[in-house]
């Protein structure tokens, strides 16, 4: 069989427009997990960076934060909380 195909020449001719054709899908098979997995980075990424600012502001206000409860009423009555 394997002899036939490559004897005859238009068995060949077929056989590699074959083999081409597998190579190109496969190829575009392979962008697009690349694509994929390159999106998914991307919304790691976004989350991760939500994340960080969110907690920047916590640690920025936990900075602010009054030292003790007669500080608190201090800034309470003066409105500046």
Not at 26 to 35: M, S, T
Not at 43 to 53: H, P, W
Not at 64 to 80: E, S, V, W, Y
Request: charged share 35%; no cysteine.
């Amino acid at each position: 069989m394997i002899g036939w195909l490559l004897t005859h020449d238009p068995a060949r001719k077929a056989l590699g427009l074959i083999l081409t054709a597998a190579a190109i899908l496969l190829f575009l098979l392979n962008l697009r997990r690349a694509g994929e997995r390159a999106g998914r980075a991307a919304e790691r990424l976004d989350a991760r960076e939500r994340n960080d600012a969110i907690h920047r502001q916590m640690l920025d206000a936990a900075a602010r934060r009054p030292p003790d409860r007669d500080a608190l009423a201090d800034r309470l009555r003066d409105g500046r909380f």
